[in-house]
């Protein structure tokens, strides 16, 4: 498909891409739903592509797939350094972990829980420990599903990309 649009009308859609993903962004974070939440993340993943695709027509940031962003005094980008966050809820047997992050522009956030059988020793640490590492999981899972997302829009056809 082709769709000719003046510069300032791209930079207007590209504006309002912008708002909606972090706008679905805010709502995935809120959502408890699984079935909700897997919605809007297709939804904040298709804007957040067609977002990226409208940035490689207008030439910005080396194309759809973004360019190499460099520091001219050599230190890293704030923009290319990523810091999750996890944060832990507990009650009598579970604990969940929230994992947040801010990337790429967007609002990152993934969970996992962990569950004591009530026959094992209490030692909380375990429990943050797997909640932790399967909220990183999901919070993986969405970046490899992104990244595959903006090969697509590159390739013009479906990838599968595996860690």
């Known amino acids: ?18 708002a909606a993903v972090t706008e679905l962004g805010q709502e995935i974070a809120i959502s408890h739903e699984d079935q909700h939440r897997a919605q809007l993340l297709v939804r904040r993943d298709l804007l957040a592509a067609a977002r990226e695709a409208l940035r490689g027509e207008r030439g910005e940031r080396g194309g759809a797939l973004g360019g ?7 230190r890293p980008d704030p923009e290319r350094v ?13 604990t969940r972990a929230d ?8 609002d990152w956030h993934g969970w996992g829980r962990a569950r ?3 026959a094992d ?3 909380p640490l375990v429990g943050e420990e797997l909640a932790a590492a399967r909220a990183l ?10 990244a595959a997302q903006r090969v697509e829009v590159f390739e013009r056809r479906p990838v599968h990309l595996h860690t």
């Open 116 to 118: 004591r059988n009530p």
């Open 137 to 146: 999981v999901d919070l993986a899972h969405q970046l490899l599903d992104a």
């Open 82 to 94: 990523w810091t999750a966050e996890v944060v832990f809820s507990e009650d009598e047997e579970r």
């Open 68 to 74: 190499g962003r460099a520091s001219p005094s050599g």
């Open 121 to 123: 020793p209490d030692v």
């Open 99 to 106: 994992a947040r992050m801010r990337a790429a522009q967007r």
């Open 1 to 18: 498909m082709h769709l000719e649009l003046s510069e300032d009308q791209a930079v207007e859609l590209e504006r309002l891409a912008a």
